[in-house]
């Protein structure tokens, strides 16, 4: 049971990071084609990989994490392309407005952010590594991007590995 608890701890946060791994599917294959795993357990620990994964990129949107000295010289380029640079910034302006102005209102309005990544967390719906970067941009509190992020991905994972068995006790009837 511990082995498998560590597989998925590590599936969910490699779906976190890289998200063309889906911990949905695994997370139903690990519940129904193991029965010495809880589903509560499995719902737990999915979660926390998950959380987990995707605290990188709220403090990425943050401005906590910053880019090793190679990678920013990469990124950010050398005085030859100022004039792409400037093109970019130009194309991207409008962006930028309607960022800071979703900023603005969230900052307003911080429950509303609170309750639009909870929801994001259960449903999915907006997706949820957009809620997580949204998140870090209006600077949510830790505590609150934690607690929310846990207790919603907990429901969503805890219901999906319990799901084979409800459907299998339900074929039986």
């Known amino acids: 049971?511990?082995?498998?608890?560590?597989?998925?701890?590590?599936?969910?946060?490699?779906?976190?990071?890289?998200?063309?791994?889906?911990a949905e599917l695994f997370v139903i294959g690990l519940a129904s084609s193991t029965s010495g795993v809880p589903w509560l357990a499995?719902?737990?620990?999915?979660?926390?990989?998950?959380?987990?994964?995707?605290?990188?990129?709220?403090?990425a949107a943050r401005g906590s994490i910053r880019l090793p000295p190679f990678l920013a010289d990469k990124l950010h380029g050398s005085g030859r392309d100022s004039?792409?640079?400037?093109?970019w910034r130009e194309r991207t302006k409008r962006v930028r407005v309607w960022?800071?102005?979703?900023?603005?209102?969230?900052?307003?309005?911080?429950?509303?952010?609170?309750?639009?990544?909870?929801?994001?967390a259960v449903f999915g719906l907006p997706p949820f590594m957009a809620t997580t970067v949204l998140a870090g941009l209006v600077r949510m509190p830790m505590s609150v991007f934690l607690t929310a992020g846990l207790l919603?991905?907990?429901?969503?994972?805890?219901?999906?590995?319990?799901?084979?068995?409800?459907f299998a006790a339900w074929l039986q009837f």
């Not at 926390?48 to 403090?59: I, N």
């Not at 102005?101 to 900052?107: G, K």
């Not at 919603?152 to 409800?166: D, Q, W």
């Open 1 to 22: 049971m511990f082995g498998w608890l560590c597989v998925a701890l590590g599936v969910a946060f490699g779906s976190a990071v890289v998200p063309l791994i889906s």
């Open 42 to 59: 499995i719902g737990i620990v999915v979660a926390a990989g998950q959380v987990a994964g995707k605290l990188l990129f709220y403090l």
């Open 83 to 87: 004039a792409r640079k400037q093109r």
């Open 99 to 120: 960022l800071e102005a979703l900023r603005e209102r969230c900052h307003r309005h911080p429950h509303w952010m609170t309750g639009t990544y909870g929801a994001s």
């Open 152 to 166: 919603g991905r907990c429901i969503r994972f805890s219901a999906l590995a319990a799901s084979p068995a409800m």
